[in-house]
């Protein structure tokens, strides 16, 4: 099947309280008007249902990586289920996406889970997979830039992967972009990216929520655009996570899919993402879904804990999962949706647990960010309790890559982590330029 015969799809944003409120996707509107519910993309299911799931996986499997734009980006890949009222002349795009996933041998070997994989979304243009909902929320504005809409900047709190992404993708097109970051909770690397791409970068005196509050005020003045995760044009891109596992799984579905949360976007875009993949034929189960916060922002764990009956905000303390450091999640109604869906989980894990986590996955190989520490303190918990089971198949979502983070692996390895007990601690040895002491040093290591 060619590009060009496919049928014209239609989407539009619809309230998620089932009010029946429509919108445009190039309306500037972020709640519906009517009720307050958040807004999703809504797709023409019928019209995709024309074309059969055979030929859909043939569609996507032939432009996975090919030179033909947009259609070679893991995002724009699947632009026709992501979307279809976006001109192709208006993509901004880095061809994000298609990021590796491999089986992490010796880590599953060492905890006794043989299927463990790892989905490497930080392998991408600004280290994160925020790069994959932005390219479309961009794209976006761009096409509303050219419609006329009097947009003047796009703007975002975050926890510095958001900030960063955001940055990058309005760079590339031309829109100004506005950042508003708390200070001293992200990493140098975070702080640097949007600088470096000309972002007008603004650092206040408060967390992650505080931030969220304020840019919320901002984008009230409609020629402000709001690109946090509370619009959900960004989910559109990120849900392809879900696609590309199955994909590369040669459209085989995982038992589990474990990822850290925060504001709750990720979560609800990947589970809508295999939701939509079951609707339209291509798989016919569901895996279920652990997710992995820190014990120091965990509004959802204690949530869970409840059956999800009774929802509070808390207030987030400091944590080293600084991207996830969120006690007043955004997406938590989307994230609940799909998680009583996807018979999900929520896992907890303390500070110490989670950078022995990262520390120890190290050792076998990968520089996670302490965010994939998270998770990964999670699967080898949820493991231990028999939630996840030794034959299962488990697929890790590494979100950040983990070169942005290495203020937190240096501290690790040189004991000067506050918080942790750092078992898998590597220090340096610091010798004299001696070949008698630099062979003492290794025999000293015990190596055979
Ligand atoms: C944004 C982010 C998360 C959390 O995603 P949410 O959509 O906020 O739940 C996790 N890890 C990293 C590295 C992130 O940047
Ligand atoms: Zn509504």
Redesign the pocket.
């Known amino acids: 099947m060619q590009n060009g015969s496919l049928p014209a799809y239609d989407c539009w944003f619809e309230c998620v309280r089932g009010c029946g409120r429509r919108y445009s996707v190039f309306d500037v509107v972020y709640r519906c008007e009517d009720c307050g519910g958040l807004l999703n993309v809504a797709h023409d299911m019928d019209a995709l249902r024309q074309t059969s799931a055979a030929e859909w996986k043939a569609l996507f499997d032939g432009r996975t990586r090919s030179n033909d734009f947009p259609y070679g980006s893991g995002v724009w890949g699947y632009k026709e289920w992501v979307l279809p009222v976006l001109e192709n002349e208006n993509v901004i795009s880095m061809y994000e996406g298609n990021t590796n996933c491999f089986r992490a041998d010796r880590l599953g070997a060492q905890i006794g889970l043989p299927d463990l994989w790892v989905k490497m979304c ?1 392998n991408s243009h600004t280290g ?3 790069d994959l909902g932005m390219t479309v929320l961009v794209s976006a504005v761009h096409q509303m830039l050219k419609q006329g809409k009097p947009i003047r900047a796009v703007a975002c709190a975050s ?4 900030s960063a992404a955001l940055a990058t993708y309005a760079a590339a097109a031309g829109i100004p972009a506005v950042i508003l970051l708390p200070r001293d909770k992200v990493s140098t690397a975070q702080l640097i990216q949007p600088i470096a791409n000309g972002a007008t970068v603004l650092s206040l005196d408060t967390d992650f929520d505080g931030c969220m509050q304020i840019v919320k005020q901002l984008t009230e003045d409609p020629t402000i655009y709001l690109a946090n ?1 509370m619009n959900s044009l960004r989910m559109e891109g ?1 849900k392809t996570v879900a696609f590309e596992i199955v994909k590369q799984f040669d459209w085989q579905v995982p038992d589990w899919i474990v ?11 990947i589970g809508n993402g295999f939701l939509m993949m079951k609707e339209l034929g291509l798989i016919d189960s569901l895996p279920r879904i652990a997710c992995a916060q820190a014990e120091r922002a965990n509004p959802l764990y204690l949530s869970y804990q409840t059956h999800f009956e009774q929802y509070h905000p808390v207030s987030a303390q400091k944590t080293l ?1 600084s ?2 450091q ?1 006690g007043n ?1 955004v ?1 938590y109604e989307r994230a609940v949706k799909v998680l009583q869906q996807l018979d999900g989980v929520v896992e907890q894990v303390g500070e110490a647990e989670l950078a022995d986590a990262a520390a120890r996955a190290d050792r076998t190989g990968l520089y996670a ?1 302490p ?2 520490g998270v998770a990964l303190g999670a699967l080898f918990k949820l493991l231990d309790k028999g939630v996840i089971k030794s034959d299962e198949c488990a697929v890790v979502i590494s ?2 890559h983990g070169l942005k983070f290495s203020g937190f692996k240096v501290a690790y390895h040189t004991g000067n982590l506050a918080e942790g007990s750092a078992r898998y601690a590597n220090p340096p040895v610091e010798l004299p330029a001696d070949y008698d002491a630099v062979m003492a040093a290794i025999d000293a290591r015990g190596l055979s």
């Open positions: 930080g994160s997979f925020k926890t510095g992967d958001t995760s990120q990822l850290p949360v925060g504001n709750l976007g990720n979560v609800s875009a999962a991207a996830i969120i999640p997406s960010c965010h994939t979100t950040a």
